[in-house]
């Protein structure tokens, strides 16, 4: 525990003590002391912070300071009505600040009390209010803009994270100046209170059992308390215009004097205008000269110097204005041409119809979009999406998008806005007026409808989806079918640093001595192409760990891995248990076996064209067949043939799904429906 923290404890034991303790009128006044000068200090931080949450602890230093002056308000109150004294701070304040006149005192204290209450705190009470209400209305839209910076790149995670806590801070702030404020206002009502007290229990404890007039009881403890009165609102009247200054100081650059003199002092014009006229009514008009004639020059003399600093600062202006452009060859310099060169992973250019999409302001919602795809992709697949650029392109039509992926075109669609896409799951009970179209993510019939046509689809049966839905899908998918390639060496090795700390032995047997970050790179690659979720990483690793010394070859490593994962790979695909597959004819297998060759490289399939061809034609066959059918397109091979079957199959059938007998788990029931032959 550090100093600083066991310091403040024992402060707040002692201040908790100090209400039930007596302590010597030497020591009080030393309290008394410290209590005017924490409320000096306090005020003078007010005036020099540039922000609120530069001063966050202000509301916990509140309350322990309204706690500080109310237990010295009862030690004062017991050392005026036991001993008719309080010590030599209370008995200067009563005797000297007021001069001796309780009546003067008393009505000086009325006053001070009176300002406080009713115009400070009252005031700071009600800006704490409306700045917590505001601050937490704010904050949805606050949030939004951070990450819409996030997505579009303008800020990365880390500032992103603070941003964040900054805006969660300045609610917890106003939030606690609300009710910080109301300890403020208790100490003046608590001050009224003890001074009314202190007066009227004085007259009768002097007058029965010290055996004083009257007069001599009136007038001291009238000078007593008053004297108590004035030292302990004092600090509090401090405190109060501390935190009116807090609630109500903007964001600035500087501190609070530097900002009004700055500011006050920015029109000149102003400033000639109130000198002149103080100056005329100092010279004309019956009312003292000295005072006025002096402050109008006063004002005279700031005009001008802010008039003459004004035409400094233009002069400067214009100079950097005119300075002559840099040379070409500076232009020229790669380091001005190395932004150009940078190729964003993710890009969404879109036309400027779909513009409100994109903005906050109006509604949009796709910067929220772009972060729940990047969540649902990590926990599908296990990879980090890269930040999705949004661009708008004046190049394509209105209502037009368009994905990129490292600077290459994937995929386009378009919407049409203030319409929804209704798509048919195969069973609608009738049709629907709309604009026939193709939903661009699973090539799906669809139309696009009127928005108070929604409804009316929902019943009929129709799924339904916004436009912001359509591209956040198409995107998805998009992302996923390219996952491949937009994992890179830097990814994976944040992906095994991460889990790192909890397999240590695991990455340190591996990595360097097995397999580079390369190598796990296109093993992941080979996964992910072909939709095989890498999020189980520590079983990855193990099975290359297990597998790197007997070969090097990246696709056979590939398949040892899939088959370590045959309970994901077999609930992926399987999810009832069931399903009729389309499998290879052992004759097949054999000349497929026959054909694999290997080099410097790795293995590969040596076919001639013609037996290709095929066994492309006979896959097609039974793959028709497979889905007339109803079921999914699987093909399952042998082990060792399935990565050259997959390869030779991705000529026509891009997506088929190709598993080994391996992977698939023995409870699960397969059916042959058809056999690919030669």
């Given at each position: 525990?550090?100093f600083s923290?066991?310091f403040v404890?024992?402060l707040?034991?002692v201040?908790?003590?100090?209400?039930?303790?007596?302590?010597?009128?030497?020591?009080?006044?030393?309290?008394?002391?410290l209590?005017?000068?924490l409320?000096?200090t306090?005020?003078?931080?007010?005036?020099f912070v540039?922000?609120?949450?530069?001063?966050?602890?202000?509301?916990?230093?509140l309350?322990?300071?309204?706690?500080f002056?109310l237990?010295?308000?009862?030690?004062?109150?017991?050392?005026?009505?036991?001993y008719?004294?309080a010590?030599?701070?209370i008995?200067t304040?009563g005797?000297?600040?007021?001069?001796?006149?309780a009546i003067v005192?008393?009505?000086v204290?009325?006053?001070?009390?009176i300002?406080?209450?009713?115009?400070?705190?009252?005031g700071?009470?009600?800006?704490?209010?409306?700045?917590?209400r505001?601050?937490?209305?704010?904050?949805?839209?606050?949030q939004m803009a951070?990450?819409?910076?996030?997505?579009?790149?303008?800020?990365?995670e880390n500032e992103a994270k603070?941003?964040?806590?900054?805006?969660?801070?300045?609610a917890?702030?106003y939030?606690?100046?609300d009710?910080a404020?109301k300890?403020?206002?208790?100490?003046?009502?608590a001050?009224?209170?003890?001074?009314?007290?202190?007066?009227?229990?004085g007259f009768?404890?002097?007058?029965?059992?010290?055996?004083?007039t009257l007069t001599?009881?009136?007038?001291?403890?009238?000078?007593?308390?008053?004297?108590d009165?004035?030292?302990?609102q004092?600090?509090?009247?401090m405190?109060?215009?501390?935190?009116?200054?807090?609630v109500t100081?903007?964001?600035s650059?500087?501190?609070?004097?530097?900002?009004v003199?700055?500011?006050l002092?920015s029109?000149?014009?102003?400033?000639?205008?109130v000198?002149a006229?103080?100056?005329?009514?100092?010279?004309v008009?019956?009312?003292p000269?000295?005072?006025f004639?002096?402050?109008?020059?006063?004002l005279?003399?700031?005009?001008?110097r802010s008039?003459?600093?004004?035409?400094?600062?233009?002069a400067?202006?214009l100079?950097?204005?005119?300075?002559p452009?840099?040379?070409k060859?500076?232009?020229?310099k790669?380091?001005?041409?190395?932004?150009?060169l940078?190729?964003?992973?993710?890009?969404?250019?879109?036309?400027?119809?779909?513009?409100?999409?994109?903005d906050p302001?109006?509604?949009?919602d796709?910067?929220?979009r772009?972060?729940?795809?990047?969540?649902?992709?990590?926990?599908e697949?296990?990879?980090?999406?890269?930040?999705?650029r949004?661009?708008d392109?004046?190049q394509?039509?209105?209502?037009?998008?368009l994905?990129?992926i490292k600077?290459n075109?994937?995929?386009?669609?378009?919407?049409?806005?203030?319409?929804?896409?209704a798509?048919?799951?195969g069973?609608v009970?009738?049709?629907?007026?709309?604009?026939?179209?193709?939903?661009?993510?699973?090539g799906l019939?669809?139309k696009?409808i009127?928005?108070?046509?929604?409804?009316?689809?929902?019943?009929l049966g129709y799924?339904?989806v916004?436009?912001?839905?359509v591209i956040?899908?198409?995107l998805t998918e998009?992302?996923?079918?390219?996952s491949?390639?937009?994992?890179s060496?830097?990814?994976?090795?944040q992906?095994?640093?991460?889990?790192?700390?909890g397999?240590?032995?695991?990455?340190?047997?591996?990595?360097p001595?097995l397999?580079?970050?390369?190598?796990?790179?296109?093993?992941?690659?080979n996964l992910?192409?072909?939709?095989?979720?890498?999020?189980?990483?520590t079983?990855?690793?193990?099975?290359?760990a297990?597998?790197?010394?007997?070969?090097r070859?990246v696709?056979?490593l590939?398949?040892y891995?899939?088959?370590?994962?045959?309970?994901?790979i077999?609930?992926?695909y399987?999810?009832?248990?069931q399903?009729?597959?389309v499998?290879l004819?052992?004759?097949?297998?054999?000349?497929?076996?026959?054909?694999?060759?290997?080099?410097?490289?790795?293995?590969?399939?040596?076919?001639?064209?013609?037996?290709?061809q095929t066994i492309?034609?006979?896959l097609?066959?039974?793959?028709h067949k497979?889905?007339?059918?109803?079921?999914?397109?699987?093909?399952?091979?042998?082990?060792?043939?399935?990565?050259?079957?997959?390869?030779i199959?991705?000529?026509?059938?891009?997506?088929?799904?190709?598993?080994?007998y391996n992977?698939?788990?023995?409870n699960?029931?397969?059916q042959?429906?058809?056999m690919?032959k030669?």
């Amino acid at each position: 525990m550090r100093f600083s923290d066991i310091f403040v404890a024992l402060l707040v034991i002692v201040i908790i003590l100090l209400i039930i303790i007596p302590v010597p009128l030497g020591w009080l006044d030393f309290f008394l002391a410290l209590n005017i000068s924490l409320a000096l200090t306090i005020l003078m931080i007010s005036m020099f912070v540039k922000e609120p949450l530069e001063f966050s602890v202000f509301p916990s230093i509140l309350l322990i300071t309204t706690l500080f002056r109310l237990a010295l308000n009862i030690r004062t109150t017991v050392s005026i009505l036991s001993y008719g004294e309080a010590g030599q701070v209370i008995s200067t304040f009563g005797s000297f600040v007021v001069g001796g006149n309780a009546i003067v005192g008393f009505i000086v204290f009325i006053i001070i009390v009176i300002i406080q209450f009713l115009v400070i705190i009252k005031g700071s009470e009600r800006v704490s209010e409306v700045a917590a209400r505001f601050t937490l209305d704010a904050m949805p839209g606050k949030q939004m803009a951070i990450d819409a910076d996030l997505n579009s790149g303008l800020i990365n995670e880390n500032e992103a994270k603070k941003r964040r806590q900054k805006i969660q801070r300045e609610a917890d702030f106003y939030g606690a100046m609300d009710g910080a404020s109301k300890f403020v206002k208790g100490d003046a009502i608590a001050g009224i209170l003890i001074t009314m007290i202190n007066i009227i229990a004085g007259f009768l404890l002097g007058s029965f059992m010290m055996g004083m007039t009257l007069t001599e009881a009136i007038q001291r403890f009238t000078l007593l308390t008053v004297g108590d009165g004035l030292v302990s609102q004092l600090p509090a009247l401090m405190i109060s215009v501390s935190t009116g200054i807090v609630v109500t100081r903007a964001a600035s650059d500087a501190s609070l004097g530097r900002d009004v003199v700055t500011q006050l002092l920015s029109q000149n014009v102003v400033l000639f205008i109130v000198g002149a006229v103080l100056i005329f009514l100092g010279a004309v008009t019956p009312l003292p000269k000295i005072p006025f004639l002096v402050l109008g020059a006063i004002l005279l003399f700031g005009g001008y110097r802010s008039m003459d600093r004004k035409k400094k600062q233009e002069a400067a202006a214009l100079a950097e204005e005119s300075k002559p452009a840099p040379e070409k060859d500076s232009i020229r310099k790669p380091e001005n041409i190395m932004p150009l060169l940078q190729v964003d992973p993710i890009e969404l250019e879109f036309g400027y119809g779909i513009i409100p999409l994109a903005d906050p302001n109006q509604g949009g919602d796709l910067f929220d979009r772009l972060v729940m795809i990047r969540r649902q992709i990590a926990l599908e697949l296990g990879v980090v999406v890269p930040m999705i650029r949004l661009r708008d392109n004046i190049q394509l039509d209105s209502n037009q998008y368009l994905i990129k992926i490292k600077g290459n075109d994937i995929a386009m669609g378009s919407i049409v806005f203030d319409h929804y896409l209704a798509m048919s799951p195969g069973s609608v009970e009738g049709e629907i007026e709309g604009i026939d179209t193709v939903e661009p993510a699973f090539g799906l019939p669809a139309k696009w409808i009127k928005a108070d046509l929604r409804e009316k689809a929902e019943l009929l049966g129709y799924t339904v989806v916004d436009p912001s839905s359509v591209i956040s899908t198409h995107l998805t998918e998009v992302i996923k079918k390219n996952s491949h390639e937009l994992l890179s060496r830097e990814d994976v090795k944040q992906l095994i640093e991460n889990i790192k700390e909890g397999n240590a032995t695991l990455i340190g047997e591996l990595i360097p001595n097995l397999m580079s970050y390369g190598e796990i790179q296109k093993v992941l690659g080979n996964l992910l192409k072909e939709g095989v979720s890498i999020r189980n990483l520590t079983t990855i690793l193990e099975t290359l760990a297990d597998n790197a010394r007997t070969t090097r070859d990246v696709n056979i490593l590939t398949e040892y891995v899939r088959q370590r994962l045959s309970k994901q790979i077999s609930k992926a695909y399987f999810p009832f248990g069931q399903a009729k597959v389309v499998t290879l004819d052992q004759k097949l297998e054999n000349r497929m076996m026959e054909a694999i060759e290997q080099n410097e490289n790795g293995t590969y399939l040596s076919l001639d064209p013609m037996t290709t061809q095929t066994i492309l034609a006979s896959l097609s066959e039974e793959i028709h067949k497979l889905l007339k059918m109803g079921e999914q397109a699987i093909v399952v091979t042998a082990p060792i043939v399935r990565f050259y079957f997959k390869r030779i199959s991705e000529q026509s059938i891009p997506d088929l799904i190709v598993l080994s007998y391996n992977e698939i788990e023995s409870n699960i029931d397969i059916q042959s429906a058809g056999m690919v032959k030669i």
